[in-house]
């Protein structure tokens, strides 16, 4: 029998049930104007893009890089938006260096629901931190992924290596330049 805690998760279950999307707006979007930022795990809001954490993560600090714009694709997103998507990328990769002091990391797309997307009509990247230790026998022998931190904890030390003004524009869900 197969038992895991994961106070986060009842929470966010129960929320998603009683949540009204608009018949034309991803969940990104609902997460996005309701202008919660802390608790719905969004690090940091840019002029194209904005990042949140991944509420079923792989591994703690499981990001999420999502254009304002609800788009399926990546050929179609503008230049800009590819730009700003590739610099979010990179502003991922060092926040979670600083706080996490990963051995690796796995950075993708998923595009469409045959390719593994849950969200499929908003595209969007993951990056991933990855250790050498991360492997263990839990997901071989019991179909289970063991997150050893909390969500709230991860995104504390995330926003850390921030620069106080991506910090204080976040919490004031104002944007910032990417």
């Not at 591994?59 to 304002?68: A, E, K, T």
């Not at 990179?90 to 950075?107: E, H, K």
């Not at 499929?120 to 026998?137: I, K, Q, S, Y």
Request: charged share 25%.
């Amino acid at each position: 029998m197969d038992h895991m805690w994961s106070p986060w998760r009842s929470a966010y279950v129960s929320e998603a049930k009683t949540r009204d999307l608009a018949d034309d707006e991803s969940l990104f979007t609902a997460l996005l104007n309701e202008e919660r930022d802390a608790e719905n795990l969004i690090l940091w809001r840019g002029e194209h893009m904005f990042i949140i954490m991944n509420r079923h993560p792989y591994n703690n600090g499981h990001l999420l890089i999502v254009p304002y714009r609800e788009v399926t694709q990546y050929d179609a997103l503008t230049l800009t938006e590819q730009q700003a998507l590739a610099a979010a990328i990179d502003r991922c990769m060092g926040w979670i260096r600083n706080a996490l002091s990963p051995d690796g990391f796995n950075v993708g797309m998923n595009l469409g629901r045959a390719a593994g997307a849950g969200i499929p009509e908003h595209l969007h990247a993951h990056v991933v931190p990855r250790w050498e230790g991360d492997t263990n026998f839990m997901p071989t022998t019991a179909d289970t992924k063991v997150l050893p931190e909390d969500l709230q904890t991860t995104y504390e030390k995330l926003r850390a290596p921030m620069s106080p003004e991506a910090r204080a524009s976040t919490k004031n869900d104002t944007q910032v330049a990417e």
